[in-house]
């Protein structure tokens, strides 16, 4: 809603099952607001049709990773271009099944792709990509998001609807090392579980150690102790690249794009979307050569 608000567009309706969306009134009191899907799908329909000052241009989509896909194809089919938060999908075969809708309908789905517009990983890129060498890069990724004990009881530690704590908390990430480093050649898993996973990327330009939790107790002592419950760090041979600043206007950077006709696309999501659909079906292998240092642990 404040990406919507800050590039001066309007919210004309919202659905969602849970009423308790006072925040509206912060961003847009006079949204029309539905709890049930089937009266909000009637609504979309009816200033389809009456091609009223209100027809929607852009459906924003903000559901359970899981229902992306059914809701990208509900925008599409009624009139709109799609904007949808990450993941896009749960599995690589959806992408297909869209790109046909887009070409009948139309319309085009854009998906925010954050840290693609945020300028550390941009400089990144283009220091990656402007410096020729025989050897890759060395890299290790490690982000820890802590959750309490309510996440596993909801849909997020549900396989089934978030996809796994990679494609949950990882997907983005995931697209990052490939937006930076190119095609992925290897990956390998040392570890899953609900709340945590590890393993080992090779991509054209580098080679990625990489662990992911929602456990607290896998937060840095030193850093707990400051009372953080977030660790993030990513370092190329070494050198730590300071990413934390800069994500507070990434959604509306991301809206500003798409809405000047530079959004990123279905395919643009194709292979972080294939990372962790494979990820999540891999049998852990024995920790072996190339493993994140915190699996010690």
Known sequence: MQAIKATGNQLVAAFDPNDSVGIIDSHFPESDFFTEFERFDRHVDKLRRANHSNRIDYMSICSPNYLHDSHMRFALRSG????????????????????????????????ILQLRVHPAIVALREKVQSEKRDTKREVDLTYITSRGHW??????????????????????????????????????????????????????????????????????????????????????????????????????????????GRGFGLEENRTAISTVAAIRDAAPAALTGDYHPFLKR
């Open 151 to 260: 996440y596993l009881q909801s849909w997020k530690g549900d396989a089934k609807k978030s996809g796994g704590i990679a494609t949950n908390i990882g997907v983005h990430f995931f697209d990052m090392l490939h937006y930076i480093f190119g095609a992925l050649q290897s990956n390998v898993v040392h570890l899953s579980t609900e709340t945590k996973a590890a393993g080992y990327l090779e991509y054209e330009n580098a080679r990625v150690r990489w662990f992911l939790s929602v456990d607290i107790e896998d937060v840095p002592a030193a850093v707990r102790e400051t009372g953080q419950r977030t660790y993030r760090s990513i370092t190329v041979d070494g050198e730590e690249i300071e990413f934390s600043g800069g994500f507070t206007d990434l959604h509306i950077r991301s809206y500003e794009e798409i809405l000047a």
């Open 80 to 111: 709109a271009d799609a904007i949808c938060e990450k993941p896009l999908v749960l599995n690589p075969w959806n992408i297909d099944g869209l790109q046909e809708i887009e070409q009948g309908t139309g319309h085009k789905v854009n998906t």
